[in-house]
């Protein structure tokens, strides 16, 4: 998963796009190479995130449970995993964030998404300044809406 780590996003977009369907002979929807470059990225960045958050549990949880018969598979549900996504959910949150910023690199390959319905919005209007403070305040609501649901289950899972 590294691999999809350390290769900017635009360039793993390009190779989905452009790079595999040339390969195969074959041609690739613009919405599903979206889809496939956000999600091997993000994905590579979730399961940094789930690693981190088992190894954050003390390794003595899991002794304690192996010592007590319980199974390796029943120790991580019941066990585990419970404590281990209280540190992971603000960084879900985070990644998912990100992934939602991401989503206009995508416009690269034809996506029309906000970025990009802004660009459109101009070439027809010439307006500048008024339609990207619009998408300006659309990301930022998002983005905050999703920050402040972050604070609440941070809040939640800390009880």
Known sequence: MDIF???PLIVLAFFIYFGIPQAFGFKMDPNLAAVLTLSLNAGAYI??????????VDKGQMEAARSLGIPYG??????????AVRVMVPSFINQFVITLKDTSIMSVIGIVE???????????????SGIWLVVAIMYLIVITLLTKLSNVLERRLSK
Do not use: V
């Open 74 to 83: 029943k120790s991580m549900m019941k066990i585990i995993l419970p404590q």
């Open 47 to 56: 399961t940094e995130i789930i690693r981190g958050g088992i190894l954050a």
């Open 114 to 128: 906000l970025t990009q319905s802004g660009k459109i919005i101009i070439a027809r209007t010439f307006e500048t």
């Open 5 to 7: 780590r350390g290769i």
